[in-house]
């Protein structure tokens, strides 16, 4: 889908039926085929095909999405998020194309906006969640934010300068489509001991996740940037926002779940690794 180059005027978003170029028109982005897709009053448009928009795994929902928004809005993570602004801005050229892959709420997002506004460019986000993408159009007002699946981008080839991918669903043939040559992509995953002490309490037996340095097709790996911190949850809304915000909070056995719950005060290790990618020449 959507092969040819958006000239800079218009939306960083294309047609998801026919591929052109979108436009916005009154509360509406349109194409020249006569395609149009309705902004909601949040800002947001859903550009998902029809035949996507029932899918078994709809994103995440409406409780998710709070638990993270209260969990970020503690300001817990945000070194990882000044971590992402000056990558954004070393490896920003002037008025980069800035697409948030898997945008979650927007937290990240709202950031990296404005390095990029600064920078006189300007940013997209998607996500297969509605409720996502309603918050994060609240927060990214100056952002253009899609309800769409990161295997099937709304963006035209080669147009994005730098692609974000923090804990969301990995698209690497996709990424790199969209991306233009000499682009980056920065990739966050866990660290070995993300969130060690969580899973300590929720699984008898806590499994390190794996660190790779995986090589993925028309990319280069340039660097892992580790980025690590520790934190001390007071309260048990936090603690439990930390965990409904995580995909433990479907696997966790009962009686782990129930030993949280019963904490009011934990101290917590995050650990993120950020992969700098370069696509090719
Ligand atoms: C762990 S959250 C990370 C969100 C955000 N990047 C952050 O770090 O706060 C993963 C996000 O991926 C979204 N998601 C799941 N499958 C997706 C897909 N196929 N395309 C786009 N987003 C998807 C979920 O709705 C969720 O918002
Ligand atoms: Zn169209």
Redesign the pocket.
């Known amino acids: 889908m959507c092969e040819q180059s958006t000239p800079l005027s218009g939306s960083v978003f294309c047609c998801p039926v026919c591929g052109a170029a979108l436009t916005r028109k009154d509360r509406s982005l349109c194409c020249t085929a006569g395609h149009c897709f309705d902004l909601a009053k949040e800002g947001y448009v859903n550009l998902l095909p029809a035949n996507y928009r029932h899918s078994a ?1 709809p ?2 929902d409406r409780e998710m999405v709070a638990a ?1 928004t209260r969990f ?1 809005d503690g300001g817990w993570y945000a070194p990882l998020r000044e971590k992402l602004c000056a990558l954004a801005e070393q490896v920003s050229g002037p008025a980069p194309v800035l697409l948030d892959a ?4 927007g ?2 997002t709202a950031a990296l906006d404005e390095t990029v506004q600064r920078l006189g460019g300007r940013t997209a986000g ?4 509605k409720s ?1 993408a309603r918050k994060a159009a609240k927060r990214c007002p100056s952002a253009e934010i899609a309800v ?4 099937r981008l709304p963006v035209p080839a080669a147009s994005v300068d730098l692609l974000i991918n ?4 990995l698209a690497t043939e996709e990424f790199a489509r969209v991306l233009k040559p000499g682009g980056y992509f920065l990739y966050v995953v866990p660290g070995a001991k993300h969130l060690w002490e969580l899973k300590s309490i929720l699984y008898d037996e806590p499994y390190e996740n794996e660190e790779k340095r995986e090589a993925y097709p028309g990319f280069h790996l340039m660097e892992v940037e580790p980025v690590e911190m520790s934190f001390t949850l007071r309260d048990a809304e936090s603690i439990q926002a930390l965990f409904h915000m995580t995909p433990y909070t479907w696997k966790t056995p009962k009686h782990g779940a129930e030993r949280l719950a019963e904490r009011n005060e934990l101290t917590v290790t995050a650990q993120f690794r950020i992969h700098e990618y370069r696509r090719e020449r």
């Open positions: 795994s994103g995440d993270r970020l898997g945008c979650g709420e937290y990240y998607v996500d297969l969640s996502a769409s699946s990161v295997y923090c804990f969301s669903p």
